[in-house]
């Protein structure tokens, strides 16, 4: 079976600090993707980005990075320098090919940026 | 342009009755889902459909029954609404993996939030 656990339910961090969200997966499949998703006050859920298991590279954009380790099956996302507007509920997820994508979701993250 | 979109945002109603959400995308995209998003903020997945197929059918009670007019919409009824019933549900879209396998990502809509009184 699939699963993605985030160990973190909360996060409270004050502005400008850096801030580490985990996310490990379990998989016996050798071909899946893990995304992240960020979901706002505002309800809506907004991608992030998306990796397949081939590629161990680590990602960054702007503030925002990723660090991918098959090893430990860790997919952890790293806020730098980190503002209010981060504030939000981020989620891990592993997607299964059966059929369709479907996504498996870790329970969730809410991230608290304080002024 | 909405990509994602879905109808009513919000959907008060008595236990009992019966109620649709619609969801509609411009993106383009052949598969469409239903999540539902509990009180714990925990997401899970309902159903998809490929080309107006259902593909994934999860251990949905049967009062819950999805419709594919086109590839474009897919909208969730559901009957003899519950208690339980209550909670975000949320609709995406992707395209439909190729031959090379890739999964490509699911966009999602606003969500409709579901109360049962």
């Known amino acids: 079976a699939q699963k993605v656990t985030q160990a973190q339910t909360e996060i409270s961090v004050v502005e400008k600090e850096d801030v580490t969200l985990d996310c490990v997966y379990e998989t016996r499949d050798t071909t899946y993707y893990l995304f992240w998703y960020k979901q706002p006050p505002s309800g809506e859920l907004v991608f992030l980005i998306r990796r397949n298991s081939f590629d161990e590279q680590n990602e960054i954009s702007g503030r925002y990075s990723w660090n991918f380790q098959k090893s430990t099956s860790s997919f952890n996302f790293t806020i730098t320098a980190s503002q209010v507007v981060d504030s939000a509920v981020y989620f891990c997820a592993l997607s299964i090919i059966q059929g369709a994508q479907k996504l498996v979701f870790g329970q969730g993250t809410r991230l608290t940026i304080n002024p | 342009d909405t990509a994602v979109s879905q109808t009513p945002k919000y959907l008060v109603t008595q236990m009992g009755n019966d109620k649709s959400i619609k969801c509609e995308q411009n993106?383009?995209?052949?598969?469409m889902y239903w999540y539902k998003q509990d009180s714990k903020k925990f997401l899970k997945i309902m159903f998809s459909?490929?080309?107006?197929?259902?593909?994934i059918n999860e251990t949905v009670p049967n009062r819950f029954s999805p419709k594919s007019p086109d590839k474009a919409h897919l909208n969730l009824h559901i009957n003899s609404l519950e208690l339980g019933d209550s909670a975000v549900y949320f609709c995406?879209?992707?395209?439909?993996?190729?031959?090379?396998?890739?999964?490509?990502?699911?966009?999602f809509g606003p969500g409709t939030r579901l109360t049962v009184l």
């Open positions: 995406a879209s992707s395209r439909h993996r190729g031959s090379s396998g890739g999964t490509d990502t699911q966009y």
């Open positions: 993106l383009g995209h052949d598969t």
């Open positions: 459909y490929n080309n107006k197929e259902l593909i």
